[in-house]
């Protein structure tokens, strides 16, 4: 495990480079399921994160959607007083309303969604996970890459390297996505998914 100073060092570096790609910190915050850090940045019109625990030797980029929310956005409804609860987490009212919108979905037309935006976020260069329900309904899905900012090879161009592979598999997901929400896979509503939709992770309800 890194040392505190190596830590620091690491997270610190990381910041400066990301502003030396043209990406914008917007803000690093200490989270409370792990030790360490998570930096939120812009890279273009999409926001992206970073997870760097403190005892791992390696960060986490991620590039993710939360697709409840997006659809709960393009749907007319009165919010009640109270925030949301969902799996035991509070949620903004879009993710909650879109969430149940999703769990109205057939079980067999859910389960080919899944398989197909699984297809559409594999790559050989991320991983990627689809945070589903008991029940199989996708509320979210996210695509990942590690950096390892301790080793001697670690660059600017191993950043930016990261950070493209991350963009470019979430954008084909998104793709695929939209193209399901223009049909009637929600039973005639309409949304759209846009590339800078991303989270916080307090806002999510994986």
């Known amino acids: 495990m890194p040392s505190d100073k190596q830590y620091n060092d690491a997270v610190n570096t990381v910041c400066d480079d990301l502003e030396k790609v043209d990406c914008y910190v917007l803000d690093v915050v200490e989270p409370d399921n792990f030790e360490g ?3 939120y940045f812009r890279h273009g019109s999409r926001q992206i994160e970073i997870f ?3 005892e791992e030797r390696f960060f986490d980029i991620g590039y993710r959607i939360n ?9 007319d409804f009165e ?5 949301p609860d969902l799996f035991g987490k509070k949620v903004s009212p879009e993710t909650a309303v879109g969430y149940h919108k999703l769990a109205e979905i057939p079980t067999d037309q859910m389960r080919d969604f899944t398989y197909q935006l699984g297809m559409h976020l594999s790559s050989p260069f991320t991983s990627y996970q689809l945070s589903t329900d008991n029940d199989g309904v996708v509320y979210s899905y996210a ?6 900012p301790y080793e001697r090879d670690y660059t600017l161009r191993r950043l930016e390297e990261a950070i493209q592979a991350v963009v470019s598999v979430g954008v084909n997901a998104n793709r695929f996505v939209n193209r399901v929400l223009q049909s009637d896979f929600l ?3 309409s949304t759209h998914i846009e590339d800078n939709k991303s989270v916080k992770e ?3 309800i994986d």
């Open 143 to 148: 695509v990942w890459k590690k950096l390892f």
């Open 79 to 83: 919010p009640n007083e109270e925030q």
């Open 37 to 39: 850090h998570i930096v």
């Open 52 to 54: 760097a625990e403190k």
């Open 67 to 75: 697709l409840a929310e997006n659809i709960g956005q393009s749907i």
């Open 202 to 204: 307090e806002d999510t």
């Open 187 to 189: 039973e005639g509503e």
